[in-house]
């Protein structure tokens, strides 16, 4: 619908122009994603930073060059108007997946010729586990799988394009949550009660009853598996919620010690590590992992340099006090 009043009329060339993009059939399109990869594949020693300057220099020597004839913008991120580049260093899992699905999508339909999937899958190899995506997963905790499953939280776009946070689907945690899921149990069970009366009485036939039934109980037994798992996950956030008030408690009994006594070592701490001594620069360091009661190890967020430059700086205040 053309909005003349608060935009204007197009042009005849402007006009003509929009017909011929929205006429055109987007196709997926692999040029940038082969350029991608082979300045990954080049500059693998380099800095991450450096990788990514470098990939978008092969990309802009590397992309092909297309002028309209009723445009005044040349070129474009695809290889033609309306085609879809492909982002390997973001994420190959879905393309690789919808690779001959593009076509049969309900919305966003892409065509792809055998020419581009072919190409897809000689690079596909290079990005498994060595994209934005594989990396945001492995930092992701193993509690958070159970919620991205039963789909409270939302992450596809945000772990393939970087967005830095995830969407929190808080509606499906108000209206459902554990106890929804609980429910949902309970309603299939008297659903599959109401079916078989339905089938008893001849309203529905043998095989409709079978169907039905099946679909009924696969249903239920995933929803009682996500009982489970969110019931463990639930126990163990409080669990260590309660853990965490403990050892503060503990903690604050000992605002100022002047002298480690077992008494405070047996309170607050479960088990020490000794590790090998390793040597580094001329330098030797011992690493030891301290697990404190009821925490674990408390991560520290300095390297090594910074570690020894505080080591140092608390040995000269020892010796100036």
Do not use: C
């Not at 003509?16 to 082979?38: G, M, N, S």
């Amino acid at each position: 619908m053309n909005n003349t009043e608060h935009f204007g009329k197009l042009t005849e060339r402007m006009q003509a122009f929009r017909e011929e993009v929205l006429d055109a059939k987007p196709y997926i399109d692999a040029q940038r994603a082969v350029l991608a990869t082979e300045a990954y594949k080049e500059n693998q020693n380099q800095p991450r930073v450096m990788v990514r300057a470098l990939m978008l220099q092969k990309i802009l020597e590397g992309m092909s060059i297309y002028i309209d004839d009723k445009s005044l913008i040349a070129g474009n991120q695809a290889t033609k108007n309306k085609n879809a580049p492909i982002f390997p260093e973001y994420t190959m899992e879905f393309v690789m997946n919808e690779l001959d699905l593009f076509e049969k999508r309900d919305g966003d339909v892409f065509y792809i010729t055998e020419e581009t999937k072919e190409q897809l899958r000689e690079i596909a190899p290079f990005w498994e586990n060595n994209n934005l995506r594989a990396r945001g997963e492995a930092l992701l905790p193993e509690e958070v799988d159970v919620f991205m499953e039963t789909g409270v939280f939302g992450m596809e776009g945000k772990l393939n394009a970087g967005d830095a946070h995830l969407a929190v689907n808080y509606q499906r945690i108000l209206s459902d949550g554990l106890k929804g899921y609980e429910k949902r149990v309970k309603d299939i069970d008297n659903l599959i009660q109401h079916i078989y009366e339905d089938n008893i009485s001849g309203k529905i036939t043998d095989d409709r009853f079978a169907t039905l039934s099946i679909n009924y109980e696969r249903e239920q037994k995933d929803l009682k598996e996500k009982i489970n798992e969110l019931s463990t996950t639930i126990d163990k956030t409080n669990q260590e919620e309660l853990d965490l008030t403990t050892f503060i408690d503990k903690v604050k009994k000992y605002t100022e010690i002047k002298e480690l006594t077992p008494e405070i070592v047996n309170e607050l701490i479960d088990k020490i590590y000794v590790y090998q001594q390793t040597k580094l620069n001329g330098k030797q360091y011992q690493k030891i992992d301290i697990h404190y009661a009821g925490v674990g190890i408390i991560a520290i967020s300095l390297n090594e340099y910074e570690l020894e430059n505080a080591f140092q700086q608390s040995i000269k205040n020892i010796k100036t006090a």
